[in-house]
């Protein structure tokens, strides 16, 4: 079992940059493939990047490709999100989740067992 609490999240304004963290407590990070999430008003739960369990392999939504980057550090327990060029459409409150059984594809949040409380960012236009 893992346990996840984000930090990072603020007020930006579009084209600036923020970076997410996720520390993760409980045994054995290093099997857990790591993923971020975002929730919009009214919408439903997103996708954002995974990262493998070694952290060479990663995947993003089309959306956040070349702004965004997923990484990891397996002696930290840490998995950061670093975001860059934000958009106000990027306005979220981001999610950081794990699982031991699911693959860097999985896009869908009922494919992760763990979830963090989540963390507001806001990007201002």
């Known amino acids: 079992q893992v346990q996840l609490v984000e930090s990072g999240g603020g007020l930006v304004q579009a084209g600036g940059s923020l970076r997410l963290s996720c520390a993760a407590s409980?045994?054995?990070?290093?099997?857990?493939?790591m993923g971020w999430f975002r929730q919009a008003p009214g919408k439903e739960r997103a996708f954002v990047a995974a990262?493998?369990?070694?952290?060479?392999?990663?995947n993003y939504a089309d959306s956040v490709k070349g702004r965004f980057t997923i990484s990891r550090n397996n002696t930290k327990n840490t998995v950061d999100l670093q975001m860059n060029s934000l958009k106000p459409e990027d306005t979220a409150v981001y999610y950081c989740?794990?699982?031991?059984?699911?693959?860097?594809?999985?896009?869908?949040?009922?494919?992760?067992?763990?979830w963090g409380q989540g963390t507001q960012v806001t990007v201002s236009s």
């Open positions: 989740a794990a699982d031991r059984t699911a693959w860097i594809t999985a896009g869908r949040p009922q494919q992760y067992g763990y």
């Open positions: 409980g045994r054995d990070f290093s099997n857990y493939v």
């Open positions: 990262v493998s369990r070694s952290g060479i392999s990663t």
